[in-house]
């Protein structure tokens, strides 16, 4: 989303959270976190998890942690599940489906960087795991791919596009794509 500015946004989260809170609707959910909803006494779960720094005090550098939360967030959050199948579609469409393509800019538009050999080779054995297992559950393909609120394309199987969407969550959960050095 290209707006600046503008009131705070409540995530998916904020139901659970900030009881009375109902989540955003339409673009709100897109928003980057500097617009998320906070109380006056914590911030969003989420942002929480990853160990966002208190509003009351000034900090010149952030804490560095690695907890088991940080994956579990980014494996099952809806907010990352439905960005990992919404880049999945995006990447499908420019890329023609062409499966190197697709592995390539994937991990170059997540990591900043080319895959190396043994990187494309594993990411392409786990999209092959991965559709052959939703082609036999498509009924599992259909709820992970119902995860978030925006629609999704009719243009690829739901086999296909639910193991790419796998491929690019366990992207966004790579040490490469989660830890600046």
């Known amino acids: ?104 800019r994937a991990f170059l538009t997540l990591a900043g960087r080319a895959p190396d050999d043994t990187e494309r080779q594993i990411l392409s054995r786990m999209f092959d795991e991965q559709r052959q297992w939703y082609a036999d559950h498509p009924q599992q393909a259909t709820e992970y791919l119902s995860v978030g609120t925006k629609a999704r394309g009719d243009a690829v199987p739901a086999a296909d596009l639910a193991a790419w969407a796998t491929v690019v969550n366990a992207l966004l959960n790579y040490d490469g794509c989660v830890v600046k050095r």
């Open 1 to 104: 989303v290209d707006k600046v500015g503008g009131p705070p946004v409540r995530t998916y989260d904020m139901p659970e959270s900030f009881k009375p809170s109902a989540a955003g609707t339409g673009d709100d959910l897109y928003r980057r976190s500097l617009y998320t909803f906070w109380r006056r006494t914590g911030p969003a779960p989420v942002l929480e998890t990853f160990d966002v720094p208190k509003r009351v005090v000034c900090i010149a550098r952030r804490e560095t942690t690695n907890t088991p939360l940080h994956a579990f967030v980014l494996l099952n959050g809806p907010q990352f599940v439905e960005a990992a199948r919404v880049l999945a579609e995006k990447l499908h469409r420019e890329c023609e489906g062409n499966r190197e393509r697709m592995i390539d």
